[in-house]
């Protein structure tokens, strides 16, 4: 038993039904699962305050918590989450190009403290911001600059292992630059794959979300640092992978990798 909360986001299995989704991550290993609370997934944003906590309920009939939520900032989302006892809402930044990103984040900073933050104070929940590779604030000084006049009580940073390493980012340093809004560690893998051949004009990269041994981010030292400072809460597995056929296979050789690690 580790001192930290496994979870898996369940995004790569929306067809099973909830109690099929319970019996696959408990039989994976894991202590609790975050759900994508999005259009086409077992429940919708609009059927959140009736269904999230069925959802909760069927979890822990396999000992299994709902331990965040992706999902927009809506009101109702707050409440169905308050009514299920969901603590996180995860949320990312996109960064709207012709408005710049000076602008989109003062613009993000006012919806926190005008609309957010109150949601969060009136339903007990917390915001949690995740940093993005590509148009999103990307990285963990983006996340920081954002949110670090915010109460860390209702606006968290969640580091991602993957995205920050898409962006140049060191594992320590990342983490030591959020460490005061740190309220989940996300642990996925990518490296860059190039697209064209040497005889092009100009080189095109994209993304390849891989195993957790094998991209540029490494968990060792990423749980060599949280266990170093202590850090007791959740660390989500985020099952991205980009060979989306071989996602149960890697899911369950991460879990396995994890464990090992934090022993």
Not at 67 to 89: H, K, L, M, N, W
Not at 191 to 207: I, V
Not at 214 to 233: D, E, F, I, K, T
């Amino acid at each position: 038993m580790t001192r930290n909360p496994l979870a898996v986001f369940t995004k790569p299995w929306k067809e099973l039904s909830l109690p099929e989704l319970g019996r696959f991550v408990a039989d994976l290993g894991f202590n609790g699962i975050e759900f994508p609370l999005r259009e086409g997934f077992q429940i919708e944003p609009a059927e959140a305050e009736t269904k999230l906590p069925q959802l909760v309920k069927v979890m822990r009939d396999y000992n299994l918590e709902v331990y965040s939520v992706a999902a927009d900032t809506d009101e109702r989302i707050f409440a169905a989450c308050a009514a299920a006892g969901v603590p996180i809402i995860r949320i990312m930044i996109r960064i709207n190009e012709r408005l710049g990103y000076l602008a989109v984040e003062d613009q993000v900073r006012r919806e926190l403290e005008e609309k957010v933050v109150p949601f969060c104070r009136k339903y007990g929940i917390k915001v949690g911001i995740q940093p993005h590779y590509g148009n999103f604030v990307c990285n963990a000084m983006g996340v920081k600059h954002l949110i670090e006049s915010f109460d860390p009580a209702v606006i968290g940073a969640i580091w991602d292992s993957g995205h920050c390493a898409l962006s140049g980012e060191e594992p320590e340093l990342g983490l030591d630059i959020v460490w005061s809004h740190l309220c989940m560690v996300n642990l996925k893998n990518a490296f860059y794959l190039r697209m064209n051949g040497p005889e092009a004009e100009w080189s095109e990269w994209k993304p390849y979300f891989t195993s957790g041994r094998h991209g540029l981010a490494s968990w060792p030292r990423v749980v060599a640092y949280l266990q170093r400072r202590n850090y007791r809460g959740v660390i989500c597995l985020t099952a991205e992978y980009t060979d989306k056929a071989q996602v149960n296979r890697l899911i369950k050789e991460d879990l396995a990798y994890v464990k090992s690690l934090l022993q």
